[in-house]
């Protein structure tokens, strides 16, 4: 079962997001690897919010493959490259994620694996068996 918490003892999520999920129970968990903005053809497109795009549409595969939806998504890192829109870049995290609000994290660095890569998420996933 997860539980999902915003403790009133400190300041409220600054963004679509939740402080803490408690996972309890017989549970079954899902760890992905840094998820790029890379089509199936090996392509990464030059625009950064079509690979943010790309990138949570792999996500989405990943939990398909693994018979999950987006609502077991317990926590979401972001790691970007250069500068995003920020009304864009939260419209397509936000129409992503719908309703459901993942523990996330977003982190501006200098770089990526190679330098054409602007976006990469790691997820963690939990279903209950």
């Known amino acids: 079962m997860k539980i999902s918490r915003n403790p009133d003892t400190i300041h409220n999520p600054v ?22 903005g890379m089509r199936i053809d090996g392509i990464v497109p030059e ?8 990138a949570l549409e792999n996500v989405k595969k990943n939990l398909d493959a693994a018979e999950m939806e987006i609502e077991d998504l317990t926590k ?5 490259v250069g500068d995003f ?5 939260r ?10 609000l993942p523990c996330t994290t977003m982190i501006y660095v200098v770089a990526l694996a190679a330098p054409s890569f602007k976006v990469e998420i790691d997820t963690w996933a939990c279903k209950d068996i």
Not at 15 to 36: D, K, M
Not at 47 to 54: R, S, T, W
Not at 76 to 80: A, E, I, N, Q, S
Not at 91 to 100: R, S
Request: zero cysteines; a negative charge; glycine letters at 8%.
């Open 15 to 36: 963004a679509p997001y939740v402080h803490q999920i408690e996972i309890t129970g017989p549970n079954r968990w899902l760890n992905l690897s840094g998820q790029l």
């Open 47 to 54: 625009n950064p919010l079509e690979q943010l795009q790309l």
């Open 76 to 80: 979401m890192v972001f790691y970007l």
């Open 85 to 89: 829109e920020v009304v864009q870049r």
């Open 91 to 100: 419209k397509i995290i936000g129409d992503f994620l719908g309703e459901h």
